[in-house]
């Protein structure tokens, strides 16, 4: 190249980048491991493992192979699981009666986890849908999903959660008044110490496909746009986390999260609680199938996706990719 003459300015932000030791010096966000948290699927049955389709490296596990999972997980440094039951259709009903047996499914493995990995911290999922004949996350009645009845089955769902031993419940189900219902019934059941993880700025999404697969949990009929947030707004979200905080939540999530980091950014901005992103099944299929066919690099987009979220200011994240990038950060 023929010499050029220097431009004379005075700032060079490249200056900054120009080894990994000075980048990293001046890095501004960071992923730990501590920020993740491992969303599980459980299943009945004993020494099974079914990969879910359309998410590619994740599975249904019955008990046994979950707490091998969990024990492996929290080995990697994974601080915390959120857990989803696929339940028999036989079990299911209008009233998600299953979800509140203190025998049951979740509650069977709430109480086996804290046996086998006592400090890993254990988040329970409450709505109805899992338990639900209708695929809904409320009771149905002429077609409508009705909100107070379903209040009322959230909150002993929730405190059986909590009597299995249960350290945070997370309604995911956008009924209104859940919050302040649930941790009433919690502290009359003497669990003072049991956390809330609100869902509040949950909306009705396409991305939440793959997850009712791995569920069979899918809407029978209409969609959930009656209690889910329509994708369109954003004042709104303040309005549930402000109902959701004044009710009682320790924790407020944004969900999903990559299509809504505008939501996840201002909500950190107008709460002090700590807020989680979940990072959900149709972001991490997206992710998987381009990988598939070779046409992104994996751990580096999942990567990236990821620290944008903690860019955006969540301070958790919940994402199926948790073992995978603890084992990247080691
Ligand atoms: C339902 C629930 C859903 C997810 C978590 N809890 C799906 C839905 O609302 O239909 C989705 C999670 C994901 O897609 O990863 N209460």
Known sequence: MPKTKPLS????????????????????????????????FVMEGENKQEEIVS????????????????????????KAIALFPLVPDEKKDNQGTEGYNADGLVQQTVKAIKKEVPDITIITDVALDPFSTYGHDGIVEDGK???????????KMAVS?????ADVVAPSDMMDG?????????????????????????????????????????????????????PANTRESLKEVGLDIA??????????????????????????????AYNVSGEYAMIKAAAEKGWIDEKKVVLETLTSMKRA???LILTYFAKEVALMLL
């Open 247 to 276: 009710e009682g939540a320790d924790l407020v999530m944004v969900k999903p999260a990559l299509a809504y980091l505008d939501i996840i950014h201002l909500i950190r901005e107008h709460t002090q609680l700590p807020v989680a």
């Open 145 to 155: 999903i009705l909100n107070d009845e379903t209040v009322a089955v959230l909150a």
């Open 55 to 78: 998410m590619p490296g994740s599975y249904r596990y019955s008990l046994d192979l979950l707490l091998k999972e969990i024990v492996e997980a929290f080995g990697l440094g994974i």
């Open 178 to 230: 859940r919050v302040g219902a649930i941790r009433q019934a919690l502290d009359e059941a003497g669990y003072l110490d049991v956390a809330i993880l609100a869902y509040s700025a949950k909306y009705a999404s396409a991305y939440y496909g793959p997850f009712r697969d791995a569920l069979s949990s899918a809407p029978q009929f209409g969609d959930k746009k009656t209690y889910q947030m329509d």
């Open 313 to 315: 200011g969540a301070d």
């Open 161 to 165: 959660q909590a009597a299995a031993g």
């Open 9 to 40: 300015l005075i700032h060079r932000p490249r200056r900054l980048r120009r080894t990994a030791a000075l980048r990293s010096l001046v890095q501004e966000n960071h992923l730990t491991v501590n920020d993740l948290i491992y969303p599980l």
